[in-house]
T-cell receptor, first 116, second 114 residues
Framework: EAQVTQNPRYLITVTGKKLTVTCSQNMNHEYMSWYRQDPGLGLRQIYYSMNVEVTDKGDVPEGYKVSRKEKRNFPLILESPSPNQTSLYFC???????????????FGPGTRLTVL | AQTVTQSQPEMSVQEAETVTLSCTYDTSESNYYLFWYKQPPSRQMILVIRQEAYKQQNATENRFSVNFQKAAKSFSLKISDSQLGDTAMYFCAFMDHNDYKLSFGAGTTVTVRA
């Protein structure tokens, strides 16, 4: 089954304690992205990756890091989480064979993060 | 950056009736994609319908249809014969022809009443 998986699904942590949210896709997609969802703001892109070892900032990258060492994995790293990073996080992936034809973006199930 | 605006934070509809959600966007691009996503209480993001900007015909998917007005930069979603399972938050989203990033509106919570 084609899917994007995220772990953990729920996480409660304290300020300053480093954490990693994993994301994996089994569709051999080139493009992967992280979004955060906040009430009244919709989803906003944090970071994205066009392929292995190619990452770039989205609209709200402050306080986050990512890496893309393998095509299937795109972890989100919070080195020193703060309460304003309490949010719902989504990983997504997309085939990237040219934007002249549409390729659906697949979303993971979401990770609810609470930073105390 | 593209801006997507959903001006209705909440809407309520009686089962079997029709509800229309509004969405406007701002872009200088001529080629792009527009989407409506459904997010039920499970939080899963589910693609409901998409529209390519170069297509004049409005997209339809079963009970879901859109009214795409390119000149007005408007993209509304009509849900016909509403069902209890349609209760969810609905997001309008924009994808530039040159990028895979989705820009989302703030969302509209739809409640279908029995």
């Amino acid at each position: 089954e084609a899917q994007v998986t995220q772990n953990p699904r729920y996480l409660i942590t304290v300020t300053g304690k480093k954490l990693t949210v994993t994301c994996s896709q089994n569709m051999n997609h080139e493009y992967m992205s992280w979004y955060r969802q906040d009430p009244g703001l919709g989803l906003r892109q944090i970071y994205y990756s066009m392929n292995v070892e190619v990452t770039d900032k989205g609209d709200v990258p402050e306080g986050y890091k990512v890496s893309r060492k393998e095509k299937r994995n795109f972890p989100l790293i919070l080195e020193s989480p703060s309460p304003n990073q309490t949010s719902l996080y989504f990983c997504a992936s997309n085939e990237a064979q040219g934007l002249s034809s549409y390729n659906e973006q697949f979303f993971g199930p979401g990770t609810r993060l609470t930073v105390l | 950056a593209q801006t997507v605006t959903q001006s209705q934070p909440e809407m309520s509809v009686q089962e079997a009736e029709t509800v229309t959600l509004s969405c406007t966007y701002d872009t200088s691009e001529s080629n792009y994609y527009l989407f409506w996503y459904k997010q039920p209480p499970s939080r899963q993001m589910i693609l409901v319908i998409r529209q390519e900007a170069y297509k004049q015909q409005n997209a339809t998917e079963n009970r879901f249809s859109v009214n795409f007005q390119k000149a007005a930069k408007s993209f509304s979603l009509k849900i016909s014969d509403s069902q209890l399972g349609d209760t969810a938050m609905y997001f309008c989203a924009f994808m530039d022809h040159n990028d895979y990033k989705l820009s989302f509106g703030a969302g509209t919570t739809v409640t279908v009443r029995a």
